[in-house]
């Protein structure tokens, strides 16, 4: 069965580094996402992307956030110069149209 | 805004017990609402999806519903387990994908 996947799945970086999460969406979708939650809050949302743009983003996307579809396979975010803050799981999920929504397994990422 | 909530936050039953989950929203100009499964520490297993022009979806011992008039769905577990203790969250579609905080499900042997 067709997945998203995500890597690395836990990544521990000092505050001010940049980092860089990946995402494999599922092959043939179309609309790809990215979320985050903070240990023991809701899940939040950061990012949509459509046809090679994003389509919305959220109050949480500000200028260190930035997203990008390389090729026709990896959606990836980056932060530019992480932040305690930016402690949190990162899931990205894919969709074909407005279907089903469809989640990768998380990235942990742990500013220290 | 979409706010979406759901009630109650945490659930504890034991095993056989059927139940019910409520979720609320406060936009009714929805594509679709989605329901997933959170174990602790992983990601998001979605359970049933509901498009804005059906009110009832089932796969399993699972029932959704959705009245989008009154901004509601909930979930219905048949014959819970101990296997379906997790927390279930609720997500409403409209230009994103907004989620509740969840249900901390416990199923009790």
């Known amino acids: 069965e067709p997945e998203v996947t995500q890597t690395p799945s836990h990544q521990v970086t000092q505050m001010g580094q940049e980092v860089i999460l990946r995402c494999v969406p599922i092959?043939?979708?179309?609309?790809f996402y990215w979320y985050r939650q903070i240990l023991g809050q809701k899940v939040e949302f950061l990012v949509s992307f459509y046809n090679n743009e994003i389509s919305e983003k959220s109050e949480i996307f500000d200028d260190q956030f930035s997203v990008e579809r390389p090729d026709g396979s990896n959606f990836t975010l980056k932060i530019r110069s992480t932040k305690l803050e930016d402690s949190a799981m990162y899931f990205c999920?894919?969709?074909?149209?407005?279907?089903?929504?469809?989640f990768g397994e998380g990235s942990r990422l742990t500013v220290l | 805004k979409q706010e979406v909530t759901q009630i109650p936050a945490a659930l504890s039953v034991p095993e056989g017990e059927n139940l019910v989950l409520n979720c609320s929203f406060t936009d009714s100009a929805i594509y679709n609402l989605q329901w997933f499964r959170q174990d602790p520490g992983k990601g998001l297993t979605s359970l049933l999806l509901?498009?804005?022009?059906?009110r009832e979806q089932t796969s399993g011992r699972l029932n959704a519903s959705l009245d989008k008039s009154s901004g509601r769905s909930t979930l219905y577990i048949a014959a819970s387990q101990p296997g379906d203790s997790a927390t279930y969250l609720c997500?409403?579609?409209?230009?994103?994908?907004?989620f509740g905080e969840g249900t901390q499900l416990t199923v009790n042997p």
């Open positions: 509901i498009q804005s022009s059906q």
């Open positions: 092959s043939n979708h179309l609309y």
């Open positions: 999920a894919s969709r074909k149209g407005a279907g089903e929504l469809f």
């Open positions: 997500a409403v579609i409209s230009s994103r994908l907004t």
